[in-house]
């Protein structure tokens, strides 16, 4: 018999460090090809430090992380931007740039320090521009675009990076109904040869539609996870939220609803 | 990047002529038949002492200073994400002006007083960059106010000192807070630091770019931020201290080069770089011809022309890129 391929992401005990903050519950977890995870939990719980963690971006308090089975912290840094790409939930435009400028440093961890950009770089960049519909806004100052596209725009210089991993922090923020959808229908359909993410929301219906797997950080410090299948169970979710909910059912899945007092 | 030498031959092009324009010009005008004769080699005599001897090293000086000084700017608004750094944010000038000073007070000669600037910078460069980074954490904001802070104590330092100066060392020391290119010597060192820190750039070039969308963006990136942090903060003061040393604090060529280039050319460090080197050397090449020349026999300090210069052509770029 084979052996299971490793996960693209595997948390082992991990333990995010918050500061200030007691140790939260060990998280045992592994994103696999193809997977799908949200993080789901109320504001503060710490889900944007789990994701920069996560990114190796921070040290985590206790536990380790492996990329394909290999421990992050034996990798160099250019080898794990390969793996992992991380959409940022805010942006700094402190210099004026264009679209296609932004999308083409997602190029950066696979050249080398005196190599210019080639041909195939810019149409990795241009490929990722198309698969986010920015075709045509090549040129175009990045402060002119707007909430929609400036977010189509993180996600393509992550596609234009090709990791392994997506890690989104909070994609829908700021957008519309109608740009959330299709942020999210973007990110599905990038999860595909081999790829998984992991995306922080705060919308649990749209969690439920759009994800396979989903984590529940709980302000307490606890955390359970599991198939969304599994995780939506509206005693979890009012006790994660602390908010009453009232459920419904749309298409054979449940949704969720905030019930006043 | 056919684009990159294009936009460099341009500009050395643009040098060229500069350097020529400024040796030409001045108390016995030379036509240009003249000044290329010397240049290559041959003319007469007196062309030969008035150009090898008086204007040409000025000049290089000017153009090295000025390279420095754009140099350091755009290194200075690339680690402080700010596109309105300029070399002296750190206070680094004023760390310069208040050693020159001192070394002036003392009757000290100009190498003495070349070599106090030098000093007093690095001072200045070690107190902010202790300070900002003491509790080990080092953000933009906190360095920048640091900076401005020091930078406000060498200020007054500095009004003290001229307040006790005997009247007869003021102009002096006025000059040399305007800038002044008139003592200029030796202009190996600032040379040998521009060539040296621009092609050292290069390689960084893309990373710098990378790093100017944040660093976490950059981290996430695969750059290592935080030595790359340290080596800019420490070339930038570098070379801002070897422009200092070489021609007092002169105004407006750091902010202005860089930010002009990026207005233009865009934010792409691996051209904004060398063209702001080129660039800020032209800049001040012209300005300190028209500071020996403008009101002829006395000069003005350089930093007056700059400003003069500098702030309409911004003004125009900024109101046009709107």
Known sequence: MMEPLPPLLELVDLVVDIPGRADGAPLNLGVRAGECWGVLGPNGVGKSTLLHTLAGLRPARRGSLRLKGRFIHQLPRRQIARHLGMVFQDRQDGFPASVLETALIGRHPYLRAWELESAEDYAA????????????MEERPIATLSGGERQRLAIATALTQDPQVFLLDEPTNHLDLHHQVEVLDIVRGMITQGRGAILTMHDVNLAARYCDHLLLMYPTGEACWGTTRDMLMPKALEKLYGQPLATGEVDGMPVFLPLGR | ??????????LLGGSLVAVIMAVAVGSVPLTPAQTLAVLTGGGEPLHQTLILE????????????????????ALMQVLLRNPLADPYVLGLSGGAAVGALLAMLAGLGTLMVSGS??????ISTLIVFGLAHGTGSWTPTRLLLTGVVVAAGWGAFISFMLAVSPTEELPGMLYWLMGDLSHARSIWPAW???????????????????LARGPMQAAAL??????LEWTIYIVAALVTATAVTVAGSIGFVGLVVPHMLRLVLGNDQRIILPASALTGGILLTLADTLARTMIA????PVG???????????LYLLHRSR
């Open chain 2, 54 to 73: 008086l204007r040409l090293p000025r000049t290089l000086a000017a153009f090295a200073t000025g390279g420095l000084l754009a140099v350091a700017g």
């Open chain 2, 297 to 300: 026999p006395q000069q003005l």
């Open chain 2, 222 to 227: 695969g750059v290592a931020v935080r030595p």
């Open chain 2, 117 to 122: 600037a030098f000093i007093g910078a690095m």
């Open chain 2, 1 to 10: 990047m056919t684009r990159l030498a294009l936009i460099l031959a341009i």
């Open chain 1, 125 to 136: 960049a241009q490929d990722a521009l198309a698969r986010v519909d920015l075709t045509g």
């Open chain 2, 192 to 210: 040998t630091v521009l060539v040296i820190v621009v092609l050292a750039a290069m390689p960084l070039g893309r990373s710098l770019n990378v």
């Open chain 2, 304 to 314: 007056v022309i700059t400003a003069m210069l500098g702030v309409p052509v911004f």
